[in-house]
């Protein structure tokens, strides 16, 4: 599980680097700002995929929690930096408080580890 759990958090970061790497998405505007709701959700997403991996490194589940959020917020910031070099993109320090925002957000929701339920650390 543990490299299975490696390869998705892998893939899901490939995922957000590709989409940061178009100059535009289309992605019809439907609420102002809507695309700080997505890199929340997008940046939810990671943290739960990050918590999954972390966890196998820990014997805390609360360190990998951290250490998650941390994660995130980390290539948060990298992914802000490359879409400055994207043609039709820029960086914004708001996107990146909303990426922090998911992740917190779900570090908070995993709080009580019901996310997690049945995730045994491999002896």
Known sequence: MK????????????????LSHQPTLPVEPWLPH????????????????AINYFQ????????????S????AFYGLSDEWHQSFVAGRDA?????????????LLLLAARKSWFFKGVKKPQ
């Open 92 to 104: 914004d320090i708001y996107d990146w408080f909303a990426d922090v925002s998911g992740a917190a």
């Open 3 to 18: 490299q299975i759990s490696l390869l998705l958090l892998i893939g899901y970061c490939g995922l957000i680097f590709y």
């Open 56 to 67: 196998y490194h820990t014997d805390r589940l609360n360190q990998a929690k951290i250490v």
């Open 34 to 49: 809507q695309d700080k709701l997505f890199h929340l959700i997008a940046y939810a997403g990671l943290a739960y995929l």
């Open 69 to 72: 959020v941390l994660f995130c």
